[in-house]
């Protein structure tokens, strides 16, 4: 059987590596390089299982492991969750992946919210987003302010690095019209 995956994300491209052995199966994406988004913190013990599978030792991708969690100005001691190199692990994977694109028995669209193959969702809520790295000299736990109708955040990632940003419902528009507005994931170093 042969397998096309769209999207080298985290989904796409553990999905090629664990397919690879057993399954003749291309990628593609149309970005460059690995993409830089918000979402770098995970569950340890489901990490280091789910990336074990794929032979990935997940402990040296760890940047932080926050004491606490704060929502709201709640604070919540911190079980689970850490803070990973998002970038330098797709960028990783992407250095054992074979890009391309061939017919294929099984298409799988793993592009998220770009819909590469799949129909747009109906009333689908989009948020754009504003997001950048800062330096500062405070406790490194992770912050997330969250409203009806967007939220923000603040993590920890390394020698008083944080990744920081905020999200906010579109109200009225198309999707360009956010962007053109107020940039697309935009990371600044």
């Known amino acids: 059987m042969k397998v096309q995956i769209y999207g080298a994300g985290m989904s796409g491209s553990f999905l090629y590596m664990l397919l690879r052995d057993h399954l003749k199966v291309k990628i593609t994406d149309v970005r460059s390089k690995p993409p830089c988004e ?19 030792d997940f402990d040296g991708y760890i940047l932080a492991k926050p004491d606490h969690i704060i929502i709201n100005g709640i604070e919540f001691k911190n079980l689970r969750l850490v803070l990973f190199d998002k970038r330098r692990f797709l960028a990783d994977l992407w250095r054992e992946i074979e890009f391309g694109e061939s017919r294929a028995d ?59 940003g905020a999200g906010e419902r579109k109200r009225s528009g198309g999707n360009e019209a956010s962007r053109r507005s107020f940039g697309e994931n935009t990371i600044q170093r």
């Open 38 to 56: 918000c979402a770098w913190e995970i569950p340890y013990n489901e990490a280091k299982r789910l990336y074990s599978l794929i032979g990935v």
């Open 106 to 164: 099984l298409r799988v669209d793993a592009t998220g919210t770009e819909r590469d193959l799949l129909p747009r969702i109906k009333d689908d809520k989009i948020y754009f987003t504003v997001q950048f790295l800062e330096k500062h000299r405070i406790k490194e736990d992770i912050f997330i302010y969250i409203r009806r109708t967007g939220y923000a955040w603040a993590f920890p990632l390394s020698n008083r690095l944080w990744h920081v």
